[in-house]
């Protein structure tokens, strides 16, 4: 009798404990070299992306590829006994090479969708877009460099390469013009911060002009919750069409922490 007691009392301590000191969901790393063989065991690749020499290759300079990598962990973006959002932030430094040549497309984007999500050449990105009818079969959210105005971006622009944020569309919410000088394939950095207090997404992002490296910002205020289920996959995806371009990841840092 006194050991069941004593069961009971621990019990009774170890449930008190989890509901004073909550516990914290988080995804946390840091691939400094996505270069590294070694990363296949980080990194799940599907469609036309592989892990090269020179880092998580999404495309080759090849026409009508679609590629997708993803982290080996999914992301627990939010807790439906709780309502609870997480915050999180990511940083990658990538490369989108035309090998010179002055024509190119289509463009990379960082995303959050979930486990399964089909990937689409052309304009799409490789994000999870019906070809035919340009619209979402799968929910998405997605942080987007493009470099080819399609009849959904936005017009006027010079040049016509641009950074967006979309939500289950590749018409974006918010853009900025983006100088990724793809001609010369140089490296550029992002920054993506998700605030779940503000429900801010905001996106920090560099460029080169006259060579001199400039950054911009774009942000959108948006409840993943109302897009998005709790858990979901994170990575990168890239696509080309009938013109070309390489699309390369270099490195990538994340974190996140979610209160259950």
Not at 196 to 218: A, C, M, P, Q
Request: with cysteine; proline share 3%; net charge negative.
């Amino acid at each position: 009798m006194a050991i069941f007691n004593f069961q009971i009392l621990l019990y009774s301590l170890s449930l008190s404990f989890c509901i004073l000191f909550p516990q914290i969901t988080s995804l946390t790393f840091n691939l400094t070299n996505l270069g590294d063989r070694d990363q296949k065991a980080n990194i799940k690749t599907f469609g036309d992306a592989y892990i090269s020499t020179q880092g998580l290759q999404l495309t080759s300079n090849q026409e009508q590829q679609a590629g997708k990598a993803t982290y080996k962990e999914s992301l627990h973006l939010w807790d439906k006994s709780t309502g609870k959002l997480t915050d999180f932030d990511t940083h990658f430094t990538f490369v989108v090479d035309s090998d010179g040549l002055p024509n190119f497309a289509d463009g990379l984007a960082f995303f959050l969708a979930p486990d399964g999500s089909m990937s689409t050449a052309g304009g799409a990105f490789g994000l999870p877009i019906d070809p035919v009818t340009i619209v979402a079969t799968s929910p998405f959210v997605a942080v987007e460099f493009d470099t080819f105005q399609n009849r959904w971006d936005p017009v006027g622009i010079s040049p016509v390469t641009h950074v967006g944020i979309d939500v289950n569309s590749l018409t974006s919410n918010v853009t900025a013009v983006w100088y990724g000088n793809i001609t010369r394939g140089i490296k550029n950095e992002a920054w993506i911060k998700y605030d779940s207090s503000s429900y801010k997404l905001s996106v920090v992002f560099t460029g080169s002009v006259n060579n001199s490296r400039v950054e911009d910002t774009i942000h959108l205020i948006v409840d993943l919750r109302d897009y998005l289920p709790e858990w979901v996959t994170i990575g990168f995806s890239a696509s080309t069409g009938a013109l070309v371009e390489k699309h390369t990841v270099k490195s990538w840092a994340f974190s996140s922490s979610l209160g259950n």
